[in-house]
T-cell receptor, first 116, second 113 residues
Framework: AQSVTQLGSHVSVSEGALVLLRCNYS??????LFWYVQYPNQGLQLLLK??????LVKGINGFEAEFKKSETSFHLTKPSAHMSDAAEYFC??????????????FGTGTRLTIIP | NAGVTQTPKFRVLKTGQSMTLLCAQD?????MYWYRQDPGMGLRLIHY???????AKGEVPDGYNVSRLKKQNFLLGLESAAPSQTSVYFC????????????FGPGTRLTVL
């Protein structure tokens, strides 16, 4: 069974500083990996996803993530934080088994606070 | 396109009462999902549907029932609400599989007293 761990339930960074949100996964088969963002009082929306191919994935709002198989990680980064980035971020992993079954599992989320 | 909509946005129930949450999508998606979100626990899948007339259990199905009589609608029912069902409920849809991008509704905040 797959699982996903987000290190740090709360992260604070100064405006203009690097954003780094950590995500590690476990999976016995090649995973699909996602980052979703949830702004206050809203539903989740997709930031970016990795399925196959290039391991560095670029998403919306200047975010990117790199799939590192050897480290079982999919950390989310942004070079320069903006006040509008304040939100909760969820990493998710999905696998497709040999029987064609799919399961998407979300991490517990990281709340990002931007300090003016 | 409205995307995914949910009604109601807020609801307060007394223990033992019943209610139905409605989810509608206008993207012609095959798959639809109901999640609950609780602090520190992320999103947990309650039930899902892979097409009109189908439903399947997710991770935390107990105490909930669902129906998908029309492709665009997915209903979540609570027959006898309990305080443990106090949560924020999100509906989502995806085109044809769970690994497709999921599109979420704005959520329903339910409090059970």
């Amino acid at each position: 069974a797959q699982s996903v761990t987000q290190l740090g339930s709360h992260v604070s960074v100064s405006e203009g500083a690097l954003v780094l949100l950590r995500c590690n996964y476990s999976s016995s088969v090649p995973p699909y990996l996602f980052w979703y963002v949830q702004y206050p009082n809203q539903g989740l929306q997709l930031l970016l996803k990795y399925t196959t191919g290039a391991t560095l994935v670029k998403g919306i709002n200047g975010f990117e993530a790199e799939f590192k198989k050897s480290e079982t990680s999919f950390h989310l980064t942004k070079p320069s934080a903006h006040m509008s980035d304040a939100a909760e971020y969820f990493c998710a992993v999905s696998v497709v088994t040999n029987f064609g079954n799919e399961k998407l599992t979300f991490g517990t989320g990281t709340r990002l606070t931007i300090i003016p | 396109n409205a995307g995914v909509t949910q009604t109601p946005k807020f609801r307060v129930l007394k223990t033992g009462q019943s209610m139905t949450l409605l989810c509608a999508q206008d993207m012609n998606h095959e798959y639809m999902y109901w999640y609950r979100q609780d602090p520190g626990m992320g999103l947990r899948l309650i039930h899902y549907s892979v097409g009109e007339g189908t439903t399947a259990k997710g991770e935390v199905p107990d105490g909930y029932n669902v129906s998908r009589l029309k492709k665009q609608n997915f209903l979540l029912g609570l027959e006898s609400a309990a305080p443990s069902q106090t949560s924020v409920y999100f509906c989502a849809s995806s085109e044809s599989r769970q690994t497709d991008t999921q599109y979420f509704g704005p959520g329903t905040r339910l409090t059970v007293l």
